[in-house]
């Protein structure tokens, strides 16, 4: 008799750190992955030599084929657009150097003391309002976070935490466990509050041992994502969003009122249902801040106002974020609305 072959086992996704070595990192060849070479002649490699593309192949399997308009593309690809300097338009729109007040801390609300984790992120969206800050010279975890540690812990006013960057999940989950040991150890601080992009964009970040770590801490944990459209979530993302829920995070999304890939009532109120189905609550709609090189994203405010309204009438309260602009010097964000 001959024995049946056994079965193979299903081959499982390379890990997270191999997808993020593995992102798509030139602008052509993205073109190209999606048919759309003829498009080419559209990309800023000035742009590209600023602010790199990058984008996981995870993130890049959503967006449509042969559509050059794809709202997940616009997100990445760097534009000629980008190159027109626009008046208005700086290098620190909301004011990060004026808030700094250690390495790679900010503060700029009551309360609350920023941590700019790394520099890192899985993604490069080409709004982003830090995309020309100098996270060379400043983050956090330089020196083993001792100048953040000491900072927050020498403040008794301070009593949230926010990890940001860049993105924080981007360090190896035993280096987020080196801070948060240590920020455990200072006994004003009362919540965690966590945003990041990488449970939309790399799902797969969203390992046993970070859910482990999750587990373990010592306050309560808000997990604020972000993500702009509602073709964003997939299968995997909504696997992560659950596991990290499971954990115990509370989890809220912010997003960016982008022209041409959000700023429709259809694609916000999209957006929303979207994420509430994957167990994840608006929270912010911010409107743009006015970095170098993204003005073409921007919409105004008479029609951030307008299309706000129109959601608040389509959906229920819960699912409508607030729409906010951040200006230096305010003491929170400020609602248009
Ligand atoms: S993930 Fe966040 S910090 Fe990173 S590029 Fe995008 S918007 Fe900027």
């Known amino acids: 008799m001959i024995a049946e072959p056994l079965p193979l086992p299903p081959l499982a996704a390379p890990d997270w750190r191999h997808q993020w070595r593995d992102a798509?990192?030139?602008?052509?060849?993205?073109?190209?992955?999606?048919?759309?070479?003829?498009?080419?002649?559209?990309?800023?490699?000035?742009?590209?030599a600023q602010f790199p593309l990058r984008v996981p192949r995870a993130f890049v399997a959503r967006m449509r084929h042969g559509d050059a308009a794809d709202p997940l593309l616009r997100q990445v690809l760097p534009l000629d657009e980008e190159d027109r300097i626009v008046p208005g338009f700086g290098i620190d729109a909301v004011g990060d150097t004026a808030a700094r007040t250690a390495h790679g801390v900010l503060q700029k609300y009551?309360?609350?003391?920023?941590?700019?984790?790394?520099?890192?992120?899985?993604?490069?969206?080409?709004?982003?309002?830090?995309r020309h800050f100098d996270y060379a010279g400043d983050t956090a975890a330089a020196g083993g976070w001792a100048q953040a540690i000491a900072r927050i812990a020498d403040d008794p006013t301070i009593d949230e935490v926010l990890l940001s960057g860049g993105d924080p999940l981007s360090l190896a989950t035993p280096k987020l466990t080196e801070l948060t040991d240590a920020l455990a150890r200072i006994p004003h601080l009362k919540r965690l509050r966590i945003h990041t992009r990488l449970p939309i964009v790399l799902p797969d970040r969203v390992d046993d041992g970070l859910v482990a770590w999750l587990h373990a801490l010592p306050w309560p944990v808000t997990v604020v994502v972000h993500a702009n459209h509602a073709n964003e979530f997939d299968g995997a993302v909504d696997a992560a969003l659950a596991r990290l829920r499971d954990a115990g995070a509370m989890l809220l999304n912010q997003a960016v009122l982008l022209r041409g890939v959000n700023d429709s009532v259809d694609a916000l109120a999209a957006l929303s249902e979207r994420g509430h189905r994957a167990g994840v609550l608006p929270y912010y709609l911010h409107q743009l801040d006015r970095v170098q090189g993204t003005a073409h994203f921007e919409v105004d405010d008479t029609r951030a106002i307008a299309l706000h309204r129109a959601l608040a009438a389509r959906l229920s309260g819960y699912l409508v974020p607030r729409l906010v602009r951040e200006l230096p010097g305010d003491p929170g964000k400020r609602p248009l609305v």
């Not at 798509?24 to 590209?48: E, K, N």
């Not at 009551?110 to 830090?130: D, I, K, N, P, Q």
């Open 24 to 48: 798509v990192r030139d602008p052509r060849q993205l073109l190209a992955l999606l048919g759309l070479d003829a498009h080419a002649a559209r990309i800023s490699d000035a742009a590209a």
């Open 110 to 130: 009551r309360g609350r003391a920023l941590l700019v984790a790394t520099g890192s992120c899985a993604v490069h969206c080409r709004y982003c309002f830090r």
